[in-house]
């Protein structure tokens, strides 16, 4: 059990964020170490892929919202980047979304964030109900209408995953299976992290991308601990079997004031979600949400009853105090904070990896290059507010 000899950056996490920003700092010319026990799985592997900065949009959060945009708008050259370094597709789909109301109680509240989204300035259009149902065959006669939203799209998240750590491999990331316990300093600065089975890995520079767990690494000092939580959420993987038609966009819809999505895939698959549930780490899959969720995705898309439940796919969602990333570097120097991407972490993974390896790129990771969308998301403003949760 020694020490695994320097590299320039060490990667804790191999999620969706942190594979990405592995693979553009090794792309970069970085030496890259990436270190998990279970790479590609965790929250990044239970998503829909959804690439979605409409429908997330929220009220008060106008922010991440903007933060979101540029984050769709990054997709297509990451995708066509990644595709062309591991000649995988990643089944980037721009289809856009169709957002529909189960009931009239919920057409009004589509309107509201219809009137929202229009006020942002996003693309959102009002559709009634035949204009949806032309859009979408599959969709029940008794929806009251819905919403278009073209900057919608989606993104296969498990081929994502694979792709990366095909496009780590060929870049020269080194991958170390096995857990962080803590990170390791001398005098204000990283020098690595210490390995939950011996050993240590040294680096300039580590970079804290183990989303929920983020929080649970040592050696981080408080003003710089994310003060990330688990969100738990599940996703149902379906199949229509031959001859049973496939939708042909993401519809998310609202049914008697609950949300749920319906995200088919290329191959006749469909991912079906998700729960939203605050109760600690924990995998287990209460019935009652999934029960829920298909009964509410049934009575949108009757056509589901012939479809066959191949996956129940629990997750456990970065969550942050204010619902916004994490992103940046902290006091401890040489520490960079990658994490808390909640509900949009498949979205944001372009433009966080690029966040990231300009971050590296500036004096001692310490001096953020300008303002950009990240500004808003550095790791000191919860210190700042004074809140910490
Ligand atoms: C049900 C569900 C649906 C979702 N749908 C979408 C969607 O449609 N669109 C979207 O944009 N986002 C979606 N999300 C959110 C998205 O999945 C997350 O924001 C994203 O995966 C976060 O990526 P991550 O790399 O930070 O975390 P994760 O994917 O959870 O990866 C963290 C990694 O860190 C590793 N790790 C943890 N602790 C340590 C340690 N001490 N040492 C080393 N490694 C460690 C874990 O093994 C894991 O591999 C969804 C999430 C869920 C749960």
New binding site residues.
């Given amino acids: 059990m020694g020490v695994t000899p320097g590299h320039d950056v060490v990667v804790?996490?191999?999620?969706?964020?942190?594979?990405?920003v592995a693979w553009r700092a090794a792309g970069a010319g970085r030496d890259v170490a990436v270190?998990?026990?279970?790479?590609?799985?965790?929250?990044?592997?239970?998503?829909?892929?959804?690439?979605?900065p409409v429908a997330?949009a929220h009220f008060g959060e106008e922010s991440l919202t903007a933060l979101n945009v540029a984050a769709g708008r990054a997709w297509p050259d990451f995708a066509r980047d990644l595709e062309a370094a591991t000649g995988r597709t990643v089944h980037f789909r721009r289809d856009g979304t169709l957002l529909v109301a189960g009931d009239p109680s919920d057409r009004t509240a589509t309107d509201r964030v219809l009137a929202f989204h229009q006020a942002m300035g996003l693309a959102a259009v009002r559709l009634g109900r035949s204009a949806c149902r032309e859009a979408e065959p599959l969709l029940s006669p008794r929806i009251s209408g819905g919403v278009d939203l073209p900057d919608d799209h989606?993104v296969d998240?498990r081929a994502v995953?694979t792709a990366l750590l095909d496009a780590c491999r060929t870049a020269g990331v080194t991958m170390i299976p096995?857990?962080?316990?803590r990170v390791g300093s001398a005098g204000g600065r990283v020098t690595g992290?210490v390995l939950?089975e011996g050993g240590s890995v040294g680096a300039a520079s580590v970079v804290l991308?183990?989303?929920?767990?983020?929080g649970?690494?040592g050696g981080v000092p408080d003003s710089c601990r994310p003060p990330v939580r688990p969100?738990?959420?599940?996703?149902l993987r379906l199949r229509a079997p031959d001859g049973v038609p496939c939708l042909r966009r993401t519809v998310r819809a609202l049914v008697h004031g609950r949300s749920c999505?319906l995200?088919p895939r290329d191959d006749g698959g469909l991912?079906l979600?998700?729960?939203v549930e605050e109760r600690g780490d924990g995998l287990e899959v209460p019935l009652g949400g999934v029960a829920d969720l298909v009964e509410d995705a049934r009575r949108v898309v009757p056509v589901l009853d012939e479809y066959s439940l191949l996956e129940v796919?629990?997750?456990?969602?970065?969550g942050t105090p204010d619902n916004g990333?994490i992103v940046g570097p902290t006091d401890l120097v040489g520490l960079l904070v990658?994490?808390?991407?909640?509900?949009?972490?498949?979205?944001?993974?372009p433009v966080t990896a690029a966040e990231v390896v300009a971050l590296l790129d500036s004096d001692d990771c310490g001096t953020p290059p300008g303002l950009g969308p990240f500004a808003a998301f550095r790791p000191d403003r919860f210190a700042a507010r004074g809140a910490g949760s």
């Fill in positions: 804790v996490g191999g999620g969706i964020i942190g594979l990405a270190v998990d026990p279970d790479p590609g799985r965790g929250a990044t592997w239970a998503a829909a892929g959804m690439l979605a997330e989606q998240n995953a096995d857990r962080v316990t992290v939950a991308a183990a989303g929920s767990r983020s649970e690494v969100v738990r959420g599940v996703t999505y995200v991912v979600g998700a729960t796919s629990p997750g456990l969602r970065p990333p990658a994490t808390g991407h909640y509900r949009n972490g498949i979205l944001l993974a």
